[in-house]
């Protein structure tokens, strides 16, 4: 640090992806912030690896898109299977193609995820605080006062706002005294990035054998030599079962979960050589609360869960971008203080849903229970084939694409908690799930040749968007009303957006108010 004591609006803890998302958008939005970190630099570990479409669109907005397609290798396809035996492949792609304009899935791994935004903070005069520790944490009315240790001494920051995003055993969390309930699975298992690889298809693979599992994703492109991502369970680890430490997973070493392993056995799997290898339970938790007072808890302070689906980074990621969002309109006095309420009110149920969902998912193909079995080795494979023609066709496929790829989340509020934190009027409550309001404004590039209705959220700020001629009046005295700039587009009512829709569009991308020809504005 520069000094022994500083004040800033915001302190970031923790420098992982989510920490590191948080201080990009808040330097982004005119922010004065700091982040800090104990580690030297950035993680080199691959760790996780998987970055979902509306984490892409959040880069492209940032400005970096451009960085991680260059260094990412894109996952077109799923392929299920059983032991040995791939079924027909799921294309991710062909199904969220016209959705987003970054379909699939790209891998690319935590430690460069990392290093492109550690980089783009360097670039533009903050950099990362490393070597810095946080000791503790006070707060009052007015700031939260965060004392810090580097090689030089100690000092404090003082900030309005802390993130703390400083990972599944936060001690910010700790400190705070919020609870982080959940379950830990029984069982022990392994990641791998291994090279030389040979026996698994193309595209991410999900196979079965008995009450074991194989989940593999690509870490290189195609025409270079294999390099993939291998994660599974390990077999008679000293200490496995309920209750039992993560310890006894940590003193296994990459030879004898090689040889505790059904890679080749079962899944007809080889590889010549290792990289990075761990070990690790899985952990299904949620905190208690997402605030406290002038603190949020952001990534996997937050919750943690099992890696089936690729979201855990991406979710984190997520959190950053809402609360950095926030942060800045009420610093710059654009919401009240009371603002702030909502990215609880937003992100937590989110977290809750996604860590009950992987749950069952999880538990589902790592089920030792006689029905599971029966289903994943005698029922899926005589209908696979099936569900692989009809569901990417239809709406379906799409909507299941929209979760995986989070472009389906849904922020809602009550019309009492909605006027409290924003102060709105003679809106009408929205009680069914609109497809548009409450939701990342949908893609029209696709549907309408030579329109980017996303080109806009670059800026980052509050804007109005009119679709159709039927919206020009309303959309401008809406955008006079409040302000804001307003942005003009043909309908799509393919996108439920026909003509006469005007939208007010958050910083991060949202719906906040909609309204549509004749009806009265809704607003979340």
């Avoid at 669109?57 to 397609?69: F, H, K, P, R, S």
């Avoid at 001494?153 to 936060?170: E, K, L, P």
């Avoid at 654009?334 to 009950?356: I, K, N, Q, S, T």
């Avoid at 001629?469 to 799509?492: D, E, I, K």
Wanted: hydrophobic residues 40%; aromatic residues 6%; glycine residues 10%.
């Amino acid at each position: 640090m520069e000094s022994n004591q500083r004040e800033v609006d915001v302190c970031v803890i923790g420098a992982g992806p989510t920490g590191l998302m948080a201080a990009n958008w808040l330097q982004r939005l005119g922010v004065d912030a700091v982040i800090v970190d104990g580690k030297p630099g950035p993680t080199r570990e691959s760790r996780a690896l998987g970055v979902q479409a509306r984490t892409m669109e959040i880069y492209a907005q940032l400005g970096v898109v451009d960085q991680v397609l260059a260094q990412a290798v894109p996952a077109h396809e799923l392929r299920p299977g059983v032991g040995r035996q791939s079924w027909s492949p799921v294309p991710l792609a062909q199904i969220g193609k016209g959705l987003t304009p970054y379909p699939g899935i790209h891998i690319l791994e935590q430690h460069a995820n990392e290093q492109i935004l550690a980089d783009r903070l360097a670039e533009v005069g903050h950099p990362v605080q490393w070597n810095t520790r946080m000791t503790s944490l006070h707060q009052d009315k007015e700031r939260v006062h965060v004392a810090i240790e580097t090689p030089e001494g100690t000092g404090t920051v003082s900030a309005r706002y802390v993130i703390a995003a400083d990972g599944a055993s936060s001690p910010t969390r700790g400190q705070l005294d919020i609870g982080f309930g959940g379950e830990t699975n029984a069982k022990v298992f392994y990641v791998v990035d291994a090279e030389g690889v040979a026996g698994t298809g193309s595209g991410i693979n999900v196979r079965l054998a008995g009450d074991d599992f194989l989940l593999t994703f690509p870490m290189s492109a195609p025409g270079r030599p294999s390099r993939v991502r291998l994660l599974g369970i390990l077999r008679d680890v000293p200490g496995q079962g309920p209750g039992a430490p993560d310890e006894a997973a940590d003193r296994v070493t990459v030879d004898e979960a090689r040889a505790r392993t059904a890679l080749e056995h079962d899944f007809g799997v080889t590889y010549d050589s290792s990289g990075w290898f761990a070990t690790y339970r899985v952990h299904h938790r949620v905190a208690g609360a997402f605030q406290a007072g002038r603190v949020f808890l952001a990534g996997d302070a937050g919750h943690v869960h099992s890696p089936v689906g690729a979201q855990g980074m991406n979710t984190g990621l997520q959190d950053a971008h809402n609360i950095a969002c926030k942060l800045a309109d009420v610093l710059a006095g654009r919401m009240p203080a009371d603002y702030l309420r909502r990215y609880a009110a937003e992100r937590h149920p989110v977290a809750g849903h996604l860590v009950a969902t992987t749950d069952r998912l999880f538990a589902a193909v790592t089920s030792s229970a006689p029905r599971a079995r029966f289903i994943r080795e005698r029922v899926m494979p005589l209908a696979w084939p099936v569900l692989v023609r009809v569901v990417p066709r239809g709406p379906l496929g799409r909507r299941m694409f929209g979760y995986v790829s989070q472009l389906r989340i849904h922020y809602w509020m009550t019309e009492s908690a909605r006027r409290r934190a924003e102060g709105l009027r003679g809106l009408a409550r929205r009680r069914s799930r609109d497809p548009v309001l409450g939701r990342r404004l949908p893609w029209i590039g696709a549907t309408n040749p030579g329109e980017d209705n996303h080109v806009p959220l670059a800026s980052a700020t509050w804007q109005v968007h009119a679709y159709g001629p039927r919206a020009a009046a309303a959309g401008a005295r809406t955008a006079a009303h409040y302000g804001l700039p307003l942005y003009s587009f043909g309908a799509s009512v393919r996108r439920h957006l026909p003509d006469g829709t005007v939208a007010i569009v958050r910083p991060d991308g949202f719906v906040a108010v909609l309204e549509h020809a004749g009806r009265t504005p809704a607003a979340t």
